[in-house]
């Protein structure tokens, strides 16, 4: 399958942005669907996820409740939410899909392009 992610930009601290990751090739609802983020110099690390049957998990490190994860299956869109954004939210980010259950970058075998987003403080 092919993912594309978009909405990415530059938007000041405390501000927000929704990223959108679109699956195409197959009904997006059959895949857990994984959003990371790579800072520049760091590991790509895990944000979110929403498994096939609607459960979400978050990297609770970083984002708590700051962000939201949900699905339009109509648009075979994923979406983030992410709110009162701060510097160290400034990476890319990748949306991955998956059949598997985790959080791993290991459980996801397709993965989007990346968008860029910086937060400016």
């Known amino acids: 399958v092919q993912l594309q992610a978009s909405g990415g930009g530059l938007v000041q601290a405390g501000g927000s942005l929704r990223l959108s990751c679109t699956l195409s090739g197959r009904p997006i609802g059959a895949y857990a669907i994984g959003w990371f983020r790579q800072a520049p110099g760091k590991e790509r690390e895990f944000v979110a996820r929403?498994?096939?049957?609607?459960?979400?998990?978050y990297n609770e490190d970083f984002v708590k409740g700051r962000f939201t994860i949900s699905r339009d299956n109509a648009k075979n869109t994923v979406y983030l939410q992410m709110n009162s954004l701060n510097s160290e939210d400034t990476a890319v980010y990748y949306c991955?899909?998956?059949?598997?259950?985790?959080?791993?970058?290991?459980?996801?075998?397709?993965w989007g392009q990346g968008t860029l987003v910086t937060v400016s403080s």
């Open positions: 991955a899909a998956s059949t598997r259950y985790g959080t791993m970058i290991a459980a996801y075998d397709d």
């Open positions: 929403l498994g096939r049957g609607g459960l979400s998990q």
